[in-house]
């Protein structure tokens, strides 16, 4: 039975490849440019220390 489902699952890995691909593209874009700056915007409104860092300064 498990022999079955693992065929399964690699026959639709294999058959669809190139649609997780291409759908990979959009995830990455949303990530890079709507996720990334989020860590500047933090920054920009936090009394920054160097020497707590980040998520150490008030």
Do not use: T
Request: a positive charge; zero cysteines.
């Amino acid at each position: 039975m498990e022999r079955i489902k693992k065929n399964k699952v690699q026959y639709f890995r294999n058959r669809y490849i190139q649609l997780y691909l291409l759908a990979i593209l959009p995830f990455a874009f949303v990530l890079i440019f709507n996720y990334i700056p989020m860590s500047g915007v933090l920054l920009a409104f936090k009394d920054y220390s160097l020497r707590k860092g980040i998520f150490g300064s008030p």
